[in-house]
């Protein structure tokens, strides 16, 4: 099954600087990378996600890469704002034949105002 | 539409008692997934139904049974509850397989005594 490594667990950074959080998979079959944000309290939600047949996808603010020779996926936030302190989870596919994803153990962003 | 929704929202068991932590969704999605998740540990899939008819284990599923009564419902039991089960519970749902966002419910926080 897949293995998903996270890092930092915890990052700190000033109102208006940049954010990048860093995945590492193991699978080299897996085929799809989402990154889900939560809140304190609340459920996690779909923020951004990337298939392999790309190498970077942007959303306003929010940017993922891939590197699939690596095997490692990253979050990019920029100009950061206090509504993005959140605990941050990176995903993969489960592989081995069973559905559903492997969490990285997630990243826990302060926006230092 | 109300999305994923989860029943009890909070519960408390003592060790040795049993429970069903209920889940439906509106969607009309194929897959539905039971998470749990502990401090520092991110998410860890429990179970999972690919369809309407058909479940699996997924990382941890030591503890637990699970049934997918019809499309929008996917139950999880614990037959004897221990204190290694406190956790909180997410239930998600995705329109066919992991490759696609997954939509998760409230959570139920469980404390088992």
């Known amino acids: 099954g897949e293995n998903v490594e996270q890092h930092p667990s915890t990052l700190s950074v000033q109102e208006g600087d940049s954010a990048v959080i860093k995945c590492t998979y193991s699978d080299s079959a897996s085929n799809y990378f989402p990154w889900y944000k939560q809140e304190l309290g609340k459920r996690p939600q779909l923020i951004i996600d990337?298939?392999?047949?790309?190498g970077e996808k942007k959303d306003q603010r929010i940017a993922v890469t891939l590197n699939k020779t690596a095997k490692h996926f990253s979050l990019h936030i920029t100009e950061t704002q206090p509504e993005d302190s959140a605990v941050y989870f990176c995903?993969?596919?489960?592989?081995?034949?069973?559905?559903?994803?492997?969490f990285g153990k997630g990243t826990h962003l302060i926006i230092q105002p | 539409n109300a999305g994923v929704t989860q029943t009890p929202k909070f519960q408390v068991l003592k060790t040795g008692q049993s429970m069903t932590l209920q889940c439906a969704q509106d969607?009309?999605?194929?897959?539905m997934y039971w998470y749990r998740q502990d401090p520092g540990m991110g998410l860890r899939l429990i179970y999972y139904s690919a369809s309407e008819g058909t479940t699996d284990k997924g990382e941890v599923p030591n503890g637990y049974n699970v049934s997918r009564l019809n499309k929008r419902e996917f139950s999880l039991r614990l037959e004897s509850a221990a204190p290694s089960q406190t956790s909180v519970y997410f239930c998600?749902?995705?329109?066919?397989?992991?490759?696609?966002?997954?939509?998760f419910g409230p959570g139920t926080r469980l404390t088992v005594l």
């Open positions: 990337i298939r392999s047949n790309v």
């Open positions: 995903a993969a596919p489960s592989g081995g034949g069973a559905d559903g994803l492997t």
């Open positions: 998600a749902s995705t329109l066919a397989y992991s490759t696609n966002e997954q939509f």
């Open positions: 969607m009309n999605h194929n897959s």
